[in-house]
């Protein structure tokens, strides 16, 4: 439970800068790019076949915060990233 909110709060961070920078979409557009790279590799790592493109910017930092967790080993990391997945 206390990985879950951890990474919620992360998220929701992430997501609030963001907005922030909404004011330069070039800027935007780089860092969610480098966001869904950064995914599309780890998914690769732990056998998940979606193409990050398809996720919500919010679900894209949960699962960043996620795989960036200590709290998780990498079978628990795949599950939780499924579940956001999943929450489409």
């Known amino acids: 439970m206390k990985n879950t909110l951890s990474a919620i709060a992360i998220a929701l961070t992430l997501s609030s800068g963001a907005a922030y920078a909404q004011n330069d979409p070039a800027t935007m557009d780089v860092g969610l790019s480098m966001l869904e ?3 599309a590799r780890e998914f690769s790592k732990l056998g998940i ?5 398809t996720l919500s910017l919010n679900q894209l930092a949960t699962i960043k915060a996620v ?3 200590s709290d998780y080993n990498v079978n628990d990391k795949a599950s939780q990233v499924k579940a956001i997945i999943a929450s489409n």
């Open 67 to 69: 795989l960036g967790s």
């Open 49 to 53: 076949d979606v193409d990050p493109m």
């Open 37 to 39: 790279l950064a995914t």
